[in-house]
């Protein structure tokens, strides 16, 4: 029987503070670790954080619009890390709608609301987490 290696954690950091995350078993996951660290630029949209990452990855077939709260998403039209806390310009409700179809790269740790304290423009740097 063959083990699947252990889902890559990342930490998420900005002047304010952090999150971890645990990021799935996919193309484009893996591809944004191994691109690890990043430090990026903060955008904000309604209750999502986003950051250019420099990385470009296709779309993937699961990706979706609608995600829940503290998703770890990767928008492929911009090639930013997207971080959903609640609704967006677009939302219907209290879902998160993204801009388009985004892969979804994994899932935050702890309180997603905690990324309500980011600003446009503040730094933030993206790395992996040894466990």
């Known amino acids: 029987m063959q083990t699947r290696?252990?889902?890559p954690r990342i930490r998420i950091?900005?002047?304010?503070?952090?999150?971890?995350?645990?990021?799935?078993?996919?193309?484009?996951?893996e591809t944004l670790a191994k691109a690890l660290?990043?430090?990026?630029?903060?955008?904000?949209?309604?209750?999502?954080?986003?950051s250019?990452?420099?990385v470009?990855?296709?779309?993937?077939?699961?990706?979706?619009?609608?995600?829940?709260p503290g998703t770890v998403a990767f928008w492929t039209d911009g090639g930013a890390l997207a971080l959903p806390y609640g609704p967006t310009p677009i939302s219907q409700g209290e879902k998160c709608r993204l801009a388009s179809p985004c892969n979804v790269l994994g899932r935050l740790g702890g309180d997603p609301r905690l990324l309500?304290?980011?600003?446009?423009?503040?730094?933030?740097?993206?790395?992996?987490?040894?466990?």
């Open 5 to 7: 290696p252990a889902s």
């Open 116 to 131: 309500a304290t980011v600003r446009d423009g503040d730094p933030v740097r993206v790395e992996r987490v040894e466990l």
């Open 56 to 68: 470009s990855v296709s779309r993937e077939t699961g990706a979706r619009q609608v995600v829940d």
């Open 52 to 54: 250019d990452t420099g």
């Open 13 to 29: 950091s900005w002047p304010a503070g952090h999150l971890t995350a645990s990021l799935d078993n996919t193309p484009a996951a």
């Open 37 to 50: 660290p990043l430090v990026c630029t903060a955008a904000t949209w309604g209750e999502e954080v986003y």
